[in-house]
């Protein structure tokens, strides 16, 4: 795990990400391509990209079997090369370094692990939403290059306690099977700015006190993370189909979140899980759902 550290994070958006993870190292082989043949023969650039280590030899031997193929061939080395040059000359050892903080779409992150020749980041730069997504998924092809590692955080005092409250019983909700499990610990949520779509749904709120003060508490709370686990139970149990997460809290506790409560999404009563965005643009209101499954 990686330390959370108290400094202002640096934030990036779609642009500056694609260009420097994606446009750079697909297009970078591509120039290399079309004028390194202009200072060196065929039979002499064959020769450099024979001495490249681990891909160099494969590639020569597959174009002295298919000579049709040279194009292709000097692309995917000087891709590999150029990847892995780049990358220790700028130091770059994550795609998302724990420095920064990313606000681009999720393709474009998918996209730059595959690649970016970078294959890790820490789970605290990309907003609640996406990060709950690649919890779900990270066993599948779209994300499964890449590793997010989960901040380290203390854990918070025995006087730490998890408010439980009833924001609209489903008894008098107009959507019966709908339900949001609303959760502040690291910011508190005006629950007078909750977006539109939980008016007419049942709702419940889980908030962090310490020495029976809401203060903002910062650490890792088992209490909580059981509390939240028990709410998804309790959805289950009441026959709620669309369940609607809206949480304030640390990587670590939705990571937990998700190991215990929806390893088995498809057998129980769920049928899909929203969580929604908030990423402290408009003062840490949530404003839209993002669905996971």
């Known amino acids: 795990m990686v330390n959370i550290k108290g400094r202002k994070r640096n934030k990036i958006g779609e642009q500056r990400f694609f260009i420097e993870n994606i446009a750079i190292p697909l297009l970078s082989p591509i120039i290399a391509v079309m004028i390194l043949p202009l200072f060196l023969s065929k039979e002499n650039l064959l020769a450099l990209i024979e001495k490249v280590p681990s891909v160099g030899p494969g590639l020569c031997n597959l174009v002295r079997i298919v000579p049709g193929?040279?194009?292709?061939?000097?692309?995917?080395?000087?891709?590999?090369?150029?990847?892995?040059?780049?990358?220790?000359?700028?130091?770059?050892?994550?795609?998302?370094?724990?420095?920064?903080?990313?606000l681009v779409p999720t393709w474009m992150i998918k996209f730059a692990s595959f690649v970016s020749h970078l294959h890790s980041g820490n789970a605290s730069t990309i907003p609640i939403w996406q990060y709950a997504q690649y919890l779900f998924y990270r066993s599948t092809f779209s994300w499964g290059h890449l590793t997010l590692l989960v901040p380290e955080v203390s854990s918070v005092d025995e006087e730490t306690e998890v408010d439980r409250n009833v924001g609209r019983d489903m008894r008098v909700s107009k959507r019966k099977h709908d339900r949001a499990l609303i959760v502040a610990d690291t910011y508190p949520v005006d629950l007078d700015q909750l977006p539109n779509l939980l008016d007419e749904m049942s709702y419940v709120v889980l908030e962090t006190l310490s020495s029976g003060h809401r203060n903002r508490v910062r650490g890792y709370n088992p209490r909580l993370v059981n509390a939240m686990v028990n709410e998804v139970r309790r959805a289950e149990s009441d026959g709620i189909h669309n369940l609607y997460l809206l949480l304030n809290t640390n990587p670590k506790h939705v990571t937990?979140?998700?190991?215990?409560?929806?390893?088995?999404?498809?057998?129980?009563?769920?049928?899909?899980?929203?969580?929604?965005?908030?990423?402290?643009?408009?003062?840490?209101?949530?404003?839209?759902?993002?669905?996971?499954?």
């Open 69 to 102: 193929l040279y194009g292709l061939a000097a692309y995917l080395c000087f891709y590999y090369l150029f990847g892995v040059v780049t990358n220790r000359l700028f130091a770059r050892t994550q795609l998302l370094p724990d420095n920064h903080y990313f």
């Open 256 to 293: 937990e979140l998700f190991r215990e409560a929806f390893n088995d999404a498809g057998r129980n009563s769920l049928i899909h899980l929203y969580v929604f965005q908030s990423d402290g643009v408009k003062g840490y209101r949530f404003t839209k759902p993002h669905r996971i499954f």
